[in-house]
T-cell receptor, first 117, second 113 residues
Framework: DTGVSQDPRHKITKRGQNVTFRCDPI?????LYWYRQTLGQGPEFLTY????????KSRLLSDRFSAERPKGSFSTLEIQRTEQGDSAMYLC???????????????FGPGTRLTVL | AQSVTQLGSHVSVSEGALVLLRCNYS??????LFWYVQYPNQGLQLLLK??????LVKGINGFEAEFKKSETSFHLTKPSAHMSDAAEYFC???????????FGKGNQVVVIP
């Protein structure tokens, strides 16, 4: 169990550019979650996957945001035409759901800090 | 929808004194409740959780919390603060642990020597 990993840890981009973040969950975890955390706030839910299926999306996830988990393992979160308001920490979490390995705890990665200039 | 209220964004406590962080939740179904800790530039680490059963739960680093349904509360305590407890603490609620977590705004804890 190597934990949840995220790449990159930091990203600085100019307004209008596209960025993509990657999350690798704990290997046996079939659920994967994305959250966004702005300065001085708690994390806010964006979306989650059960295997490769995206089951829920928050209203925070505008049309410029897209998330994928094509093979039910790692996930990517893409932001198109970035805006300064997108500057935040993007957190990924995973958990096991269903079967003998079900847990009730989401395990978080270290996050990707995005700065949009 | 679930929600969490954490009052007092910054909490100062003297080293060796009691740490008390308050969390009140709103949920239409029996809640699952969590406390996470976040150190600078890091992700969230689980301190403790309540799902079912015993209402007093013990976590890592000497922290504990008590679920009080009548008060819709899940306050976090530690008898004696250490310098290493300086961090941000988040209370979170979910419906059955399977879906989204709803977090409070967090408490930034400062430990005074």
């Amino acid at each position: 169990d190597t934990g949840v990993s995220q790449d990159p840890r930091h990203k600085i981009t100019k307004r209008g550019q596209n960025v993509t973040f990657r999350c690798d969950p704990i290997s046996e975890h079939n659920r994967l979650y994305w959250y966004r955390q702005t300065l001085g706030q708690g994390p806010e839910f964006l979306t989650y996957f059960q295997n490769e299926a995206q089951l829920e999306k928050s209203r925070l996830l505008s049309d410029r945001f897209s998330a994928e988990r094509p093979k039910g393992s790692f996930s990517t979160l893409e932001i198109q035409r970035t805006e300064q308001g997108d500057s935040a920490m993007y957190l990924c979490a995973s958990k096991a759901s269903g079967g003998a390995s079900t847990t009730d705890t989401q395990y978080f990665g270290p996050g990707t800090r995005l700065t949009v200039l | 929808a679930q929600s969490v209220t954490q009052l007092g964004s910054h909490v100062s406590v003297s080293e060796g004194a009691l740490v008390l962080l308050r969390c009140n939740y709103s949920s239409s179904v029996p809640p699952y409740l969590f406390w996470y800790v976040q150190y600078p530039n890091q992700g969230l680490q689980l301190l403790l959780k309540y799902t079912t059963g015993a209402t007093l739960v013990k976590g890592i680093n000497g922290f504990e919390a008590e679920f009080k349904k009548s008060e819709t509360s899940f306050h976090l305590t530690k008898p004696s603060a250490h310098m290493s407890d300086a961090a941000e603490y988040f209370c979170a609620v979910s419906d059955n642990g399977n879906n989204r977590l709803a977090f409070g705004k967090g408490n930034q804890v400062v430990v005074i020597p």
